[in-house]
């Protein structure tokens, strides 16, 4: 038996929109086992700022394992413990957004191979927020 491909990807996953499934549908095409690392909410508001996120740690978790080809999602707090996870999972394609091409990717050398994924620029949370926040509907 051929054992299952282990494909990776995280982020904020905060508020999903086109781009966030154009990435997961993306990932799912290699077929195997899709793995979601998901900031924690303590992460994102150290990122973000201290209105993110939108939606709390165990909602995004929800909203992701509810796509169809997600296998499995797990919650990270710091750079270590995403370097743990990928280390225990060591994927076979590990996706990144286009905009981290060329930069050091925190636990790549657990991955076989890295993958990028050519971000849809009109699509972004913070966009999405900016927007709403200043009643543009």
């Known amino acids: 038996k051929i054992p299952m491909?282990?494909?990776?990807?995280n982020g904020c996953f905060d508020v999903l929109h086109h781009g966030h499934?154009?990435?997961i549908q993306y990932a799912t095409s290699f077929g195997g086992q899709v793995i979601i690392g998901v900031d924690s909410?303590?992460?994102?508001?150290?990122?973000?700022g201290e209105d993110r996120p939108f939606h709390s740690e165990a909602e995004r978790v929800f909203n992701l394992k509810q796509i169809k080809g997600v296998d499995s999602v797990v919650i990270f707090n710091s750079d270590e413990e995403l370097r743990e996870l990928l280390e225990r999972y060591n994927p076979d394609k590990f996706i990144i957004g286009s905009d981290y091409a060329g930069k050091e990717i925190i636990g790549q050398e657990f991955a076989k191979q890295i993958v990028i994924f050519n971000k849809l620029d009109k699509f972004s949370t913070t966009?999405?927020?900016?927007?709403?926040?200043?009643d543009n509907r």
């Open 127 to 134: 966009h999405i927020l900016n927007y709403a926040n200043n």
């Open 21 to 23: 499934f154009k990435l």
């Open 41 to 48: 909410d303590e992460r994102v508001k150290r990122m973000k």
């Open 5 to 9: 491909k282990k494909v990776w990807l």
